[in-house]
């Protein structure tokens, strides 16, 4: 956004305040003036209609500013569907895959020479629509502080795919999948909770 479209967009804004201020005040008044009764409502309005007009031009120069290409221009109605999708979409970044605790649970954990093998069994709910790939990240921070793991974040491997993600249709369920959460042992061949650990499900975006 340009400085003049900033600048014009400040006074608009300005301008809304300060006649919405005197149409309060104006309606306090006893008795009202009944040309000013006229008059503000319609200097409300125009000054909305002219802050409207500012911000969807500064929304143009960012379409035309942030178009592919050097020297390349775009349309009248390329720059318009790229304004409406800049002010009316937006993707939530968090995953609609959820775990379920009914039928989510912690079954046993190894130390294998080095590494220590933590085994959950785990279930998912797809909420939205659409299909998600997804991976899951333990936190066995706890696991840390009584000395069986050197570090807290461990990321799950899907043991009967073979793989770090998986597919989750929309509006369905997988449930008691085995999962295997991998770290290096620290020592202490103990396991301070026999809790199910914390597990953060994040989607894998552009694949």
């Keep these: 956004m340009n400085r003049l479209n900033t600048e014009k967009l400040v006074d608009s804004i300005g301008n809304i305040d300060e006649d919405m201020i ?45 178009s592919p290409g050097a020297g390349e221009t775009l349309g009248n109605d390329s720059v318009l569907a790229k304004v409406v999708n800049l002010v009316f979409t937006h993707k939530d970044s968090e ?39 997804v991976k899951l990240v333990g936190d066995f921070s706890q696991e840390v502080e009584g000395g069986l793991l050197k570090e807290g974040t461990l990321a799950g491997h899907f043991v009967e795919q073979d793989a770090d993600r998986i597919r989750v249709d929309g509006n369905s369920q997988l449930k008691y999948l085995e999962v295997e959460f991998v770290g290096e042992f620290a020592g202490n061949a103990k396991m301070s909770s026999k809790l199910f650990p914390a597990i953060t499900v994040m989607e894998v975006t552009g694949e």
Excluded: W
């Design 22 to 66: 005197e149409y309060v005040q104006m309606l306090r008044e006893k008795p009202p003036s009944p040309h000013r009764m006229r008059i503000l409502p319609i200097r409300a309005f125009l000054s909305v209609a002219a802050c409207l007009v500012v911000m969807v031009s500064a929304l143009a120069m960012y379409a035309l500013r942030e």
């Design 95 to 133: 995953s609609e895959v959820v775990i379920l605790e009914d039928g989510s649970f912690l079954n046993d954990f190894e130390v294998i020479g080095d590494a220590v093998h933590v085994r959950c069994t785990v279930s998912l709910e797809n909420r939205g629509s659409d299909p998600a790939t």
